[in-house]
């Protein structure tokens, strides 16, 4: 049987995103491309696990907001905030199977800028034009709201400051833009977060097992 992709070469290879078999070659060309490959495939997972391996270091010219300085001891005080987005951003990607790496980057990007914007006295928002990523924009937004009420509800005031917010935006949008692949329908940032933040986690006492981009 050939491949119903290529129409050349044999199908021997299974896809789960298209419930047939097809060839090898057209399996790593257009894997996350034109195929929607499911998170759970076997060649995905060796392909992410590859990837991950050889990752070459991004030039200072990739890096998101470049100037700005994210340590780690920032991140360990702040990561019930961390964990938290990253579970509003998986919480939503189970409503949304359509999200993506590229939707997650846009709402996480956007909502930097506010808060860039925000910490200087200046409020201004430019949405994201893709439902998917407006959807997320919102959610992470709704959640450090009711996450300052909390702290002011325990403490009678919020310590978090929208230069905080931002500061954590930067590096998960550092983080992003370091384990996504790039690839149109790529979800190998989605997917690192699912591996460090299991459904049954719980964000304020989990400690930190990212690493710090």
Request: net charge neutral; with cysteine.
């Amino acid at each position: 049987m050939s491949c119903p992709i290529c129409r050349k070469r044999l199908a021997k290879r299974y896809c789960p995103a298209k419930s047939e078999k097809i060839c090898a070659v057209c399996c790593g060309e257009q894997r996350e491309i034109t195929i929607d490959c499911p998170a759970d495939c076997s060649y995905l997972i060796a392909a992410h696990r590859y990837e991950s391996e050889h990752r070459k270091p991004s030039s200072s010219d990739e890096v998101p907001y470049r100037d700005v300085f994210v340590g780690t001891d920032f991140v360990y005080e702040h990561w019930p905030v961390v964990a938290g987005i990253c579970e509003t951003i998986l919480n939503l990607r189970r409503e949304h199977r359509d999200l993506r790496d590229s939707d997650a980057l846009a709402a996480i990007e956007a909502l930097a800028e506010t808060y860039r914007t925000l910490s200087t006295g200046i409020y201004y928002e430019r949405l994201p034009e893709i439902a998917a990523a407006r959807a997320l924009y919102d959610a992470m937004g709704q959640f450090l709201q009711e996450f300052r009420k909390s702290e002011s509800a325990r403490t009678r005031f919020t310590t978090l400051k929208d230069s905080d917010i931002f500061h954590v935006l930067v590096f998960l949008l550092r983080l992003g833009k370091q384990e996504t692949n790039a690839r149109p329908r790529s979800r190998a940032f989605l997917d690192f977060l699912r591996q460090q933040f299991p459904l049954s986690a719980q964000p304020e006492k989990d400690a930190p097992r990212i690493i710090v981009p």
